[in-house]
């Protein structure tokens, strides 16, 4: 199972989504069939690296209708899918030039008056998952679905971090993929929280990933954080915006790579998805949109103007 997280120097291209991100999402669980069970899916032992703490490795999408999912996300990014067999309901691989960016898992919503909001799930890589999950419930966490092994996956546990982000914890025993890899259009990209206590957000993060923590640069410093690990930028940790409840629950967003953000708002819309922060600059040279899929889950893209900085350490 391939990861989809880039690196890129903290220094040059850690992305701090600037106030514009005014998300007025609500944030509930539609995540437990993230331990759907699938196929063998391990790539060839030439893309395989160690075990890399703290690299954001895989992303999984809940979502009520599969085909229309599928239909959207290809015909936007380019992504085409594999169906896999699972206990249960249906579930399909998204690739891009043949390696695995994502999972897609058909839940349909509950009958109730405020059903929970399908969400993109980002799996963090640990050497020992059971001792994250202890750890999360010793800073303020809780543990949605205990350490469980997932065949042709590895060992994993979901999690609620202290201010209700939602991810899951990752050990694939066959290693992440390395971290030199180029990115292309439908790959992910960047990784953010969006938190009402970053700070402490970003502890929390560090006592389950090992991760070293840094201001991000002027003027956000002391503001938004950056996550590290192996030397590399993995992800940044930002307030909520300004126009959502101070006590509004923590969330993770992701970023694909596109072409154009511009066309991929204006595409997403006419696939019946919706855009909810337009195209705009964000930090060095990048553009970046965010938008939500026709069931509403959030996701953005992410166009970078300085592919020579990809891979590259800090």
Avoid: C
């Avoid at 160690?50 to 599969?66: A, H, R």
């Amino acid at each position: 199972m391939p990861p989809f997280s880039r690196p890129f120097r903290a220094g040059t291209a850690a992305i701090t989504l600037s106030a514009a991100l005014t998300l007025g999402l609500g944030l509930t669980v539609f995540a437990s069939d993230a331990l759907a069970q699938t196929a063998d899916t391990a790539e060839t032992p030439a893309a395989i690296s160690k075990t890399l703490p703290g690299k954001i490795v895989y992303t999984q999408l809940t979502t009520p209708d599969l085909a229309k999912a599928k239909a959207f996300y290809g015909a936007l990014l380019g992504w085409t899918f594999q169906d896999r067999p699972v206990s249960r309901g249906h579930y399909a691989e998204a690739l891009v030039n043949g390696h695995v960016v994502a999972g897609l898992v058909e839940r349909p919503l509950p009958d109730t008056e405020n059903p929970p909001q399908p969400l993109w799930l980002p799996f963090i890589s640990a050497l020992d998952v059971p001792t994250v999950a202890k750890a999360a419930l010793q800073w303020g966490g809780k543990v949605l679905y205990r350490p469980t092994i997932v065949p042709g996956r590895g060992e994993q546990a979901i999690i609620a971090d202290p201010q209700g982000g939602l991810f899951a914890a990752l050990y694939a025993p066959h290693g992440d993929r390395d971290d030199t890899d180029a990115t292309v259009q439908g790959d992910w990209i960047w990784n953010a929280i969006l938190t009402p206590a970053p700070a402490t957000s970003a502890g929390f993060y560090q006592k389950l990933f090992g991760y070293q923590v840094e201001d991000a640069p002027p003027p956000d410093t002391h503001q938004r954080y950056i996550l590290d690990s192996q030397s590399i930028a993995r992800a940044t940790v930002n307030p909520l915006p300004a126009r959502l409840p101070p006590d509004a629950s923590a969330r993770w967003i992701g970023f694909v790579q596109v072409d154009s953000v511009g066309s991929a708002a204006e595409k997403a819309v006419q696939l019946g998805g919706r855009v909810l922060v337009q195209p705009h600059p964000d930090h060095q040279n990048s553009m970046i949109a965010v938008l939500a899929d026709p069931s509403g889950a959030v996701f953005g893209v992410m166009e970078w103007h300085d592919p020579s900085a990809a891979g590259d350490a800090k």
